[in-house]
């Protein structure tokens, strides 16, 4: 009897808990909302678009490496495949409109992810790495030689136009609600799948792969619905990004961009849902603020200083840190 009260009252306990956390985060999430909808009457739009742009894409990568524990060095490939696509057809066809042209974008970069998917899932660790590199670095070269991309130079002058036919894009103010509304979202359904069951089996397979297995759960079919989306989120950041700086060029499927979505993420915390964007708002900043300097030649230098003493030192991240603070001190 006593031992059912026990676990009684333990089970009260954690819902509570639960309860309080869930009010803790919502109250956050809408603190951030209100911040960022009066953002841009204090700070200059594009600077924050672009910000919300590598937000959503750490984010995407978050996903795969927070939550599945696959360490992907071929993102860029999927940010530049949903940047080209959506760039060459509002520079191509005057009859695209930019919701149109970002939602077969953001397809272009599904599929892709489907294919690299279907190719590296079944490899892990550094494999699993090397593949994802090897893939995107063909797409990378591929996109050199192409024509349709504008090769080196790539594509300039990409059109704005008008969202629904009516909402002219080229103020940056409605630009920027746009991509916020976007970003939110992207953030919103990472958000649904990491609480939804799907999201305690991908964690699951995280932990313990073989017991995963072992229960009956088909593993390789969760990782690659997990890349798939993480695939298509970053091409929608990239859609967004070429729309945003009327700009598609090779340095977004460059393998260097592959690594810093890495260090975004390491940097504010792997496995939190905000982590990936205060990594991003964090390196995009000091960017900004290095290129304006004397230090702006020695800004790669910086962010690799800056890679080294977050794995030595801060290996939760930013945001990491700061849950395990609370949780010792505030319980």
């Given at each position: 009897m006593s031992t059912r009260v026990s676990e009684s009252s333990s089970r009260k306990h954690y819902i509570a808990t639960k309860q309080r956390e869930e009010r803790r985060n919502l109250m956050i999430y809408a603190f951030l909302v209100v911040l960022a909808l009066i953002a841009p009457l204090i700070i200059?739009?594009?600077?924050?678009?672009?910000?919300?742009?590598?937000?959503l894409f750490a984010v995407a990568f978050n996903l795969l490496l927070g939550y599945v524990g696959l360490l992907s060095f071929g993102h860029a490939a999927f940010l530049a495949t949903g940047g080209y696509t959506t760039g060459y057809l509002l520079s191509t066809y005057s009859g695209f409109t930019?919701?149109?042209?970002?939602?077969?974008?953001?397809?272009?970069?599904?599929?892709?992810?489907?294919?690299?998917?279907?190719?590296?899932?079944?490899?892990?660790?550094?494999?699993?790495?090397?593949?994802?590199?090897?893939?995107?670095?063909?797409?990378?070269?591929?996109?050199v030689q192409s024509s349709f991309t504008g090769g080196e130079d790539g594509l300039h002058g990409v059109p704005r136009g008008k969202?629904?036919?009516?909402?002219?894009?080229?103020?940056?103010?409605?630009?920027?609600?746009?991509?916020?509304?976007?970003?939110?979202?992207?953030?919103?359904?990472?958000?649904?799948?990491?609480?939804?069951?799907?999201?305690?089996?991908?964690?699951?397979?995280?932990?313990?792969?073989?017991r995963a297995t072992s229960l009956g759960y088909n593993v390789d079919q969760y990782k690659l619905v997990a890349f798939v989306v993480s695939a298509g989120l970053a091409g929608l950041a990239g859609s967004v990004k070429t729309i945003v700086f009327q700009l598609a060029s090779l340095n977004d499927a460059h393998w260097h961009?592959?690594?810093?979505?890495?260090?975004?993420?390491?940097?504010?915390?792997?496995?939190?849902?905000?982590?990936?964007?205060?990594?991003?708002?964090?390196?995009?900043?000091?960017?900004?603020?290095?290129?304006?300097?004397?230090?702006?030649?020695?800004?790669?230098v910086i962010l690799g200083v800056i890679f080294i003493l977050c794995v030595l030192a801060f290996r939760a991240g930013i945001v990491g840190e700061l849950q395990r603070f609370f949780k010792k001190n505030f319980k």
């Open positions: 200059y739009p594009v600077f924050l678009m672009k910000i919300l742009c590598f937000a930019p919701e149109l042209a970002i939602l077969i974008g953001t397809i272009a970069s599904t599929l892709l992810g489907l294919g690299f998917g279907l190719l590296a899932i079944r490899r892990q660790g550094i494999y699993f790495a090397m593949i994802t590199l090897a893939l995107a670095q063909l797409v990378f070269f591929f996109y969202l629904l036919g009516i909402i002219d894009l080229q103020n940056n103010f409605a630009m920027y609600y746009f991509v916020l509304a976007v970003f939110i979202f992207g953030f919103a359904l990472v958000h649904r799948m990491v609480h939804s069951p799907y999201g305690h089996v991908l964690k699951a397979i995280k932990e313990n792969e073989p961009m592959s690594g810093e979505v890495i260090l975004m993420t390491l940097l504010g915390g792997v496995g939190t849902l905000l982590g990936p964007v205060v990594g991003a708002t964090f390196v995009i900043s000091l960017e900004h603020q290095l290129s304006q300097s004397a230090l702006g030649d020695w800004v790669n």
